[in-house]
Nanobody
């Protein structure tokens, strides 16, 4: 299975920003569609954003459109999620996954530890 590691979470005030990283080891991230998901306490995991392989087209959940940006850095084998204008409802553990396409339900990695984001004053 593919192995991904999430990082970059933390505590931030409402309106603040964070950049999350999803880094691959042992394989080339650009060959896969990479999605960001989040799970808030007591809620189901939900999709946040996805970037397709090669072409790099992107999509976003309505709740984060205009505030979050997903991008790749192929040289660093990393996918980022830039999160701006954070809101308390963005508080969650954030995870990334790898698939052959953003529309696929066949995840190629096991869920990692995730990275905790807390938005609070």
């Amino acid at each position: 299975q593919l192995h991904l590691v999430e990082s970059g979470g933390g505590l931030v005030q409402p309106g603040g920003s964070l950049r999350l990283s999803c880094t691959a080891s042992g394989f080339t991230l650009n060959y896969y569609a990479i999605g960001w998901f989040r799970q808030a306490p007591g809620k189901e995991r939900e999709g946040v954003s996805c970037i397709s392989r090669s072409v790099g087209s992107t999509n976003y959940a309505d709740s984060v459109k205009g505030r979050f940006t997903i991008s790749r850095d192929n040289a660093k084998n990393t996918v980022y999620l830039q999160m701006n204008n954070l809101k308390p409802e963005d508080t969650a553990v954030y995870y990334c996954d790898a698939k052959l396409s953003c529309g696929s339900t066949n995840r190629l990695n096991s869920w990692g530890q995730g990275t905790q984001v807390i938005v609070s004053s």
